[in-house]
T-cell receptor, first 113, second 113 residues
Framework: DGGITQSPKYLFRKEGQNVTLSCEQN?????MYWYRQDPGQGLRLIYY???????QKGDIAEGYSVSREKKESFPLTVTSAQKNPTAFYLC????????????FGPGTRLTVT | GNSVTQMEGPVTLSEEAFLTINCTYT??????LFWYVQYPGEGLQLLLK?????DKGSNKGFEATYRKETTSFHLEKGSVQVSDSAVYFC????????????FGGGTRVLVKP
C-alpha cells in the first residue's frame, strides 16, 4: 500500500525538550510538507522541501527545524524555542511540477506540558 | 498574498438535506483549487479539485465549480448522509508560490439522522 506514515500518533513531552516527529512516504514524491493545525483552525505551513537536501521555510518556521536526507523521509524537530508547540502536526507529499494535489499522513498530536 | 475564506461552522443538517459550503479566494495568478475533508482524529483527504476556470470537480456526490469571475469554489452535495460529518477545507495552490497550499479555516459539518 502506498502512502504516508507519521509516527507516533500521540506524543507527550515536557517543556524545554526537543522532539522529532517522523514522516515517511513510499509514493515516490519529490515534494514534502509539514503543517500545523490548531483546534478549530486551518492548516499553516511550517517547512517544505521540493527535492532531497533542500528545504524552505513556510509561514511559521520559527522554533522548528527539518532535514531531507532521503527522498522518503522528512522529519520535523520541534525545538524548545517554539513557544506554543502543542498542536496537531500533519505531513504531506506531492509530485513536483505543476499544481499537484498533496497527500496527507494521519498526523501526530503533540502535547507539551 | 493568497488567501481563502470559507463560511464558519458548524453547519448542522438532517440526513438527505442539501449542503452548500461557500469558499472564496484571493490569488495573484491562476491557482488550482481543492476541497479536502478531515474526519475526527485523522489527516486530510482530497475530496475534489479543479485546475482552471469553469472546471467542475466532483467526487462521492460532492461538486464544486471553479468560478473565476466571482473567485469562488463553493462545495455542494444534494443529499448528505451521517457519514459526511467531518471538517471540510477549501484550499488553493499557486505555481508562483512553489505549489504551497493555502487553506481556509475549515467548516465543520454535522449531519443528524
Amino acid at each position: 500500500d502506498g502512502g504516508i506514515t507519521q509516527s507516533p500518533k500521540y506524543l507527550f513531552r515536557k517543556e524545554g525538550q526537543n522532539v522529532t516527529l517522523s514522516c515517511e512516504q513510499n509514493l515516490n514524491h519529490d515534494a514534502m510538507y509539514w503543517y500545523r493545525q490548531d483546534p478549530g483552525q486551518g492548516l499553516r505551513l511550517i517547512y517544505y522541501s521540493q527535492i532531497v537536501n533542500d528545504f524552505q521555510k513556510g509561514d511559521i518556521a520559527e522554533g522548528y527545524s527539518v532535514s531531507r536526507e532521503k527522498k522518503e523521509s522528512f522529519p520535523l524537530t520541534v525545538t524548545s524555542a517554539q513557544k506554543n508547540p502543542t498542536a496537531f502536526y500533519l505531513c504531506a507529499s506531492s509530485i513536483s511540477g505543476g499544481l499537484r494535489e498533496q497527500y496527507f499522513g494521519p498526523g501526530t498530536r503533540l502535547t507539551v506540558t | 498574498g493568497n488567501s481563502v475564506t470559507q463560511m464558519e461552522g458548524p453547519v448542522t443538517l438532517s440526513e438527505e438535506a442539501f449542503l452548500t459550503i461557500n469558499c472564496t479566494y484571493t490569488a495573484t495568478g491562476y491557482p488550482s483549487l481543492f476541497w479536502y475533508v478531515q474526519y475526527p482524529g485523522e489527516g486530510l483527504q482530497l475530496l475534489l479539485k479543479a485546475t482552471k476556470a469553469d472546471d467542475k470537480g466532483s467526487n462521492k456526490g460532492f461538486e464544486a465549480t471553479y468560478r473565476k469571475e466571482t473567485t469562488s469554489f463553493h462545495l455542494e452535495k444534494g443529499s448528505v448522509q451521517v457519514s459526511d460529518s467531518a471538517v471540510y477545507f477549501c484550499a488553493l495552490s499557486e505555481k508562483a508560490a512553489g505549489n504551497k497550499l493555502t487553506f481556509g479555516g475549515g467548516t465543520r459539518v454535522l449531519v443528524k439522522p
